[in-house]
């Protein structure tokens, strides 16, 4: 295997101590210089949450289209596209406003309205219809269409999360490509079960990037070093439990990152949920001033959209809201330790849970006045977005059992790190004597690697760290 740079963050070519920026322009040069040499047919990059992927895709896709390479750019789902679409855009609109940028889609797309005023971005069904341009962006399904054309540069973003098949659809469109994505996250989902190919080497339910490295195993594979969405307080508790291997430092230290509250706690008055309104500013005090909370409900089991601790996430957001919330950092560059300040409104807010019908539930709870401005959604569709503040319903509250869905460690990472400053769970207690109960003894498949840590162990080290910051309801 090709040396990997994770393991050299912090240290400097000279034996000094490296800054954080320091750090991920070294990695970010040797990962362009692998992937630009022509020494590989694919370079793989890892990243923790928040490192700059869609920053280094953007920065490669600049420097291909600026030397007149023509490039296709992958990514898994259609916000994504949309979101580097827009960052590509407005990029190559101040350094080269003569390149454009392809955005391929579905037929009948419209194209929102953050990207449908870019002067440099046409849309289209089709290759024909887009013309020719520099770089050409859609997802894994709409390059599956694509037949009669090729390129010699190709960027596949979020690449953990594309399945192998789909990869296999269109590897015949490019020479060489760069792969970014998280390995501690969301492995590729399907509706159907896969038990009947887990294990052979046809399996479409691996990921991309593990069928990649099988196949290549002297293909050179590098790390980012450094998260710049989450604060200090995360760094830790999200490398412990999901990147034990590797790990990461924040791009912020203690102190750097600050959460405040322009209204007092003061009597609530009277809410629905009775106990709930007394603890609610107690636990908001909490992860303003230690990045974490858990608000822990009475053990019981539960029906999965759990009444009582919908009410209290509902209860959560609202009090934020009303207590005039305001993220303070002092880490961005060249501030030179000067404070940017701004309030913490309801779009820089997200709820996260595991089910579609406990996010639909939490949205009416929040009523039409919430629910449109803060972000409620899966940890599927919260996967590569960021936030101020993240409101966490457990995957395992109140739960009689501890199925492999609701255990998967990926699942628990998204939802734990999405926060720039402060994340606060709900959960009933129990959680502990669940997984007790429910050890981790899932079914050993040949030929396929174990997944360390599993959804077990990264539980129990998260829990860890909530129990120092529980206020009990």
Known sequence: MHATTGERTGVGLGGGVETPGAAARRVTDEILADFQSGGYRGVVVDSPPGAGKSTLVVRAARELALADERLMIVAQTNEQVDDLVEKLGRTLLDDAPELRIGRLGRAGYVPPERIDGLP????????????????????????????????RFAIVDEAYQMRSDALLAIAARFERALFVGDPGQLDPFSTVENDRWRGLTWDPMQSAVAVLLRSNPDLPVHRLPVSWRLPHSAERVVADAFYPFTGFRTGNGPGERALSFTGGAGPMGARPGGGIAGVVDDVLDMAAATGWGLLELPARSTVRTDGEAIQAVAELARRLLARGPVAVSRDGPGRGGAAEEHPVTAGRIAIGTAHRDQAAAIRAALGTGLAGGVVVDTANRLQGREYDVTVVLHPLSGRRDATAFHLEAGRLCVLASRHRQACVVVARAGIRDLLDAHPSGGQVHLHEPVRFPDGWAANQSVLACLERHAVQA
């Not at 089709?126 to 341009?133: F, I, Q, R, V």
């Not at 962006?137 to 037949?147: D, E, H, L, P, R």
């Open 120 to 151: 440099n971005v046409v849309t289209g069904d089709s290759l024909k219809a887009l013309g020719d341009p520099q770089v050409t962006v859609a997802t894994a399904a709409k390059w599956g269409y694509v037949k009669d054309a090729a390129w």
